[in-house]
Nanobody, 119 residues
């Protein structure tokens, strides 16, 4: 069974930090670009960040650029999203997903983890 499993979400105050993890099983992570996407009530789904299969290329949405960092450790079958300087607007369910390349459609999705930023 192919799986992407997110963890690390929770409740944090504005200005705080969280690190999300996406652990992959059932296929070789090395060949896949991994994106982080979020869905918040009343907002459209947004691609937050994506990292290429090699880790050599990353991109970020304007809304998170400079605050979030995506990274991967293929040996651990894990992709991370370090989120700093969190804002209430970052509140959403965060999913990781696999694609052949960043900018293309996502083939597999994780179940999501809730991030809530509130005073």
């Amino acid at each position: 069974q192919l799986e992407l499993v997110e963890s690390g979400g929770g409740l944090v105050q504005p200005g705080g930090s969280l690190r999300l993890s996406c652990t992959v099983s059932g296929f070789t992570l090395d060949y896949w670009a991994i994106g982080w996407l979020r869905q918040a009530p009343g907002k459209e789904r947004e691609v937050v960040s994506c990292i290429s299969s090699s880790g050599g290329s990353t991109n970020y949405a304007d809304s998170v650029n400079g605050r979030f960092t995506i990274s991967r450790d293929n040996a651990k079958n894990t992709v991370y999203l370090q989120m700093n300087s969190l804002k209430p607007e970052d509140t959403a369910v965060y999913h990781c997903a696999a694609a052949y390349h960043c900018g293309q459609g996502y083939e597999r999705w994780g179940q999501g983890t809730q991030v809530t930023v509130s005073s």
